[in-house]
């Protein structure tokens, strides 16, 4: 005790700096403490701690420790918002947080009532005092007298049941309600305010109760904590059970729990009567020293699949299934109700019985019975079908379709596209084989044949009469704007058709259209071997209507063709670049215009021009051309037919020459025209050891390759030109890859049998 009150009394003084490991601490120790909550809070107030910093204390310890419910008083001087918080105290031990965590989780009905933390059942002592409620030790008064004099006085009844009144005698009130000993009280105070309470008199008094006593009630028998608790002397017994945790929801009985008071049975409690229909009559308010007992439970069964609430219920004598069926809150809307399944135990074994629904109200359940009540069949028992071409497909009941002419009538007749000739009804046999029967729709409409009688679960089918033939098509291809395949249409025509494709493209020519045709009918007019009609025609170029349209009509499956003019085509052009007069980018006039042709066009070449150099290049790709021939021979093959997107560079002269590749120095020198090329492999410091000397080649300015030629052992290099670059290869390898391990020891492995066959020989032969 002193050690909660020194570390009380250090964090009291700043409740809102202190930790949350400090909080937890504080709760710890006063659980060890075995003190209540009220002696805590009375020597709290003594040090000197206001009711404020009781409060905030106690909102911090609830945030730490969730649901569980503290015991720190928010103040005594208002009985109604002290006794809130000091209605439950465990005696054995002494604890501060009532009930502890639910570990047992069970089916039983009305044990999730006692384990569901949002539930306490704590007694409302935010409300006038009863009428009926007892006064007796430790309950505080508060009296008041006002009007012409004014006094408060705040007795607590004593241990011998009386309170003192400063100049007054000891009152007895023990085991009065407020309003007798308000009587009593206020009678002894007129010795002291002459005519309280009386008409006229100017002075009045007033008494109520301000902080209510605790009492000790004993819990026992099948609860799940059983212990003698302090409790609120307004508690009642849902209230005791409750932080006892209830009854024990594997042994305890929920139906026979008995208030003891004074070795007298004074109430028997059913929980179900709360559950079922919150009667309340029997939760009656527990005196001081009064028993809880719970007894075991007598009958339990078992309730299991279509009802509203499934599990485990306790029955008392004389209570039927149908009983049962009624606590859980009967059935669902899928259950089967015309039998209930029971698996009952006997004395060697177990048993299944089938109870018919007209038993249930006279069958008595017992201890152990597990009743199954089962899901109706996913089936109807009156359902035809019709499906296809009718206005209303669906199913329909057979009470009011019983013929196949009653069903075409529900389903608002037949569409206009229906097939009549044959009609399927797929009807299942007595063994559920199905079997299909065919109806000529024609005759039974013209009654030729009698109406035919539907049974329970037939599918009628009624085809529309696309459905029965391939889905009819026509294609365009060719110069419209919209290629592609459209469904067919009766009376379509060719000019609808390319309505359709958005019309004719800038190139078309209407006057050369073809359709390609399947070959269906009569062929006498196609020679052999032909297996596709073609039909020729032209079509206003505007789409106009003209009177050939009525009569060339397309059919199914037509593929139609729309020709371009033969000189129709999109421009097309080149770029020139670099060193003429007027770079950039020209059309293709003619599919004759050359290289020259866009030379001349440009303007000509400039006076920095370097032929030798000039690239031509297709489609990212480099072609090497001659220029310098080119434009002194326009006959010469390298004058290239332009194509779209081709393009020419023609640089400025460069004045330099590369070497690189196997040479000692690569370097990059002035172009000489009286050096040679061997004095331009010199410049870079010659060959290295591994140089291929016979294979040295140079790359133009044009790019084209100029190899070195040798012959007899002489090397003749190719003569040198500006902006050229000059490749020394190198020698290739001639190391032989390594055997790996596994190829080493094969090789062993042969060699190895190849000596012992020579051996094997020569033994023979030396014999």
């Not at 007892?134 to 006094?151: F, S």
């Not at 079509?539 to 033969?566: G, I, K, M, N, Y």
Request: proline letters at 5%; charged letters at 25%; one cysteine or more.
């Amino acid at each position: 005790m002193i050690c909660v009150l020194g570390w009380y009394g250090a964090l009291a003084q700043s409740v809102d700096t202190i930790s949350d490991e400090q909080v937890k601490q504080f709760v710890q120790q006063a659980k060890a403490s075995g003190l209540t909550e009220t002696q805590i809070e009375q020597l709290a107030k003594s040090k000197g701690y206001t009711e404020a910093d009781i409060a905030r204390l106690r909102q911090r310890i609830n945030q730490l420790i969730g649901d569980a419910r503290t015991e720190l008083s928010a103040g005594a001087s208002d009985r109604k918002q002290q006794a809130a918080e000091t209605d439950v105290v465990r005696q054995q031990p002494a604890t501060l947080s009532t009930p502890l965590d639910q570990t047992v989780t069970s089916a039983v009905f009305g044990a999730s009532l006692f384990s569901t933390s949002n539930l306490t059942f704590e007694p409302n002592l935010r409300i006038p005092t009863p009428r009926n409620y007892l006064l007796g030790p430790e309950d505080e008064l508060v009296i008041e007298v006002y009007g012409h004099a004014q006094q408060t006085y705040r007795p607590k009844v004593s241990p011998e049941g009386s309170i003192h009144i400063e100049n007054l005698g000891p009152i007895y009130v023990n085991g009065l309600t407020i309003e007798q000993a308000q009587q009593r009280i206020v009678g002894r105070l007129r010795t002291l305010y002459q005519g309280l309470n009386s008409a006229g008199s100017g002075i009045q008094a007033q008494i109520t109760l301000g902080s209510i006593r605790s009492m000790k009630v004993t819990l026992i028998g099948q609860v799940v904590r059983p212990g003698t608790y302090t409790l609120s002397s307004l508690a009642s017994v849902f209230n005791a059970l409750y932080v006892a945790g209830g009854p024990s929801p594997e042994r305890g009985s929920f139906r026979d729990i008995r208030v003891y008071r004074n070795n007298r049975l004074v109430r028997t409690l059913d929980i179900y009567d709360f559950l079922l229909r919150a009667d309340q009559k029997d939760n009656i308010r527990l005196h001081d020293q009064d028993i809880v007992f719970v007894d075991h439970y007598h009958t339990r069964i078992e309730l299991n699949g279509e009802v509203k609430q499934p599990g485990i219920y306790e029955t008392k004598a004389g209570e039927t299934l149908q009983t049962i069926l009624n606590f859980a809150g009967g059935y669902t809307d899928r259950a089967y109700t015309a039998t209930v399944a029971l698996r009952r135990n006997t004395a060697t074994a177990r048993r299944y019985v089938t109870i018919n629904a007209s038993e249930l109200a006279g069958f008595i359940p017992q201890s152990g019975d597990t009743y199954e009540i089962g899901t109706i069949l996913d089936r109807f028992d009156n359902k035809v079908t019709i499906n296809g071409a009718v206005f209303r497909p669906g199913d329909f009941a057979l009470e009011s379709c019983a013929t196949l002419k009653q069903l075409l009538k529900r389903a608002e007749g037949l569409r206009e596209d229906a097939f009549l000739n044959r009609a399927t009804i797929r009807r299942l046999r007595s063994d559920l084989n199905p079997e299909m029967i065919d109806v000529d729709l024609n005759k039974l409409i013209r009654n030729e044949i009698p109406d035919i009688a539907l049974q329970r679960d037939d599918i009628v089918t009624i085809s529309a009469i696309s459905e029965l033939r391939e889905q009819r098509t026509v294609s365009i291809q060719g110069a419209v704007n919209k290629v592609g395949t459209f469904p067919f249409a009766d009376s379509m025509t060719v000019a609808s058709l390319i309505v359709l494709a958005g019309g004719f493209t800038e190139g078309a020519i209407s006057s050369r259209i073809e359709i390609a045709r399947r070959i269906t009918g009569n062929t006498t007019d196609l020679p052999d071997g032909q297996t596709t009609r073609i039909l020729s025609f032209s079509v206003d170029r505007h789409l106009r209507l003209e009177p050939a349209d009525a009569t060339l009509l397309l059919e199914p499956f037509d593929q139609v063709f729309v020709r371009s003019s033969p000189r129709y085509e999109p421009q097309k052009g080149v770029i020139i670049r670099g060193e003429v007069n007027y770079p950039g980018s020209y059309a293709i006039r003619t599919a004759t215009d050359r290289i020259t042709d866009l030379i001349t066009r440009s303007g000509g070449l400039k006076a920095d021009a370097y032929l030798p150099a000039a690239r031509f290049k297709r489609k990212t790709e480099a072609i090497s051309v001659d220029m310098q021939k080119v434009l002194l021979n326009p006959a010469d093959l390298g004058n290239l037919l332009l194509q779209d997107g081709d393009t020419l560079t023609i640089p400025r002269r460069v004045d330099l020459v590369r070497i690189r590749g196997e040479v000692l120095n690569p370097a990059t020198v002035e172009y000489n025209p009286t050096k040679s090329f061997r004095a331009y492999l010199d410049e870079a410091g010659g060959f290295t050891n591994k140089a291929l000397r016979r294979k040295t080649y140079a790359i133009a300015a044009n790019g084209k390759i100029r190899p070195a030629k040798s012959w007899l052992g002489f090397v003749r290099y190719p003569r040198p030109e500006r902006d050229m670059d000059i490749i020394v290869p190198a020698t290739p390898s001639r190391e032989q890859p390594k055997l790996s391990a596994t190829e080493r020891a094969a090789l062993f492995s042969v060699i190895a049998s190849g000596a012992a066959v020579v051996l094997a020989v020569l033994r023979t032969f030396t014999n």
